[in-house]
């Protein structure tokens, strides 16, 4: 079945710095979407990405979609305390939506 | 709107006892979906629901969960029997089309003793 793998699992950040995460699927995709899910919340949808090649940027945050549709990432620009939580792509294939384990971001002041 | 709302928000039962998860998806959303997330596997959908019918349940651990969407404003999910393993947080999601963004519930914490 479809699998979708994102590095890294975890990664502590003074703030002001950069944070990239990564998602690889196993299969081409539809679509990837982007979910954050602060500590004890639920996801919620940040973005979704269509077309090869595609650049979508959210204030700090910039998407990109790669050209194969098979791969994606996230970077956050100067992060903020704020930024701290899990960030999760999901893609979609034939029928479902498939989350990688998700980047869970710390942030230092 | 108030969103995709779950109950209850916690449960805990004993390993054996029957347990009854409910969502209500946001009005006119014809999809819902049931996932359950833990540390070890991370988000897993169980089962999805176009229209009140489902879709697609090879995401069901095993018989003893059985999902069901007798109209659509309502659907449970139900673990019977429970065990320790089933601890998690369930959360149900539903959106407008297939292919668009999800609306997550804030979920249910499971803890099966």
């Known amino acids: 079945g479809q699998q979708v793998m994102q590095i890294p699992q975890y990664q502590h950040v003074q703030e002001g710095e950069d944070f990239t995460t990564y998602c690889n699927s196993s299969t081409t995709l539809s679509n990837i979407q982007w979910y954050k899910q602060r500590p004890g919340g639920h996801p919620v949808f940040l973005i979704q990405?269509?077309?090869?090649?595609e650049v979508k940027k959210q204030k700090r945050l910039t998407f990109q979609f790669g050209e194969a549709k098979k791969n994606s990432s996230l970077h956050i620009t100067a992060t903020q305390t704020t930024d701290v939580g899990t960030y999760f792509c999901a893609g979609q294939g034939y029928s479902t939506l498939t989350f990688g384990k998700g980047t869970m971001l710390l942030v230092s002041p | 709107d108030a969103g995709v709302i779950q109950s209850p928000r916690h449960e805990v039962t004993e390993m054996g006892q029957e347990v009854t998860l409910r969502c209500k998806p946001i009005?006119?959303?014809?999809?819902l979906f049931w996932y359950r997330q833990t540390m070890m596997r991370g988000l897993e959908l169980l089962i999805y629901f176009n229209n009140n019918v489902p879709i697609d349940d090879s995401g069901m651990p095993e018989d003893r969960f059985s999902a069901k969407m007798p109209n659509a404003s309502f659907s449970t999910l139900k673990i019977q029997p429970s065990e320790p393993r089933d601890s998690a947080v369930y959360f149900c999601?539903?959106?407008?089309?297939?292919?668009?963004?999800?609306?997550f519930g804030p979920g249910t914490r499971l803890t099966v003793l």
């Open positions: 999601a539903s959106s407008l089309r297939q292919y668009n963004e999800q609306f």
């Open positions: 990405l269509v077309k090869s090649g």
């Open positions: 009005s006119g959303h014809d999809y």
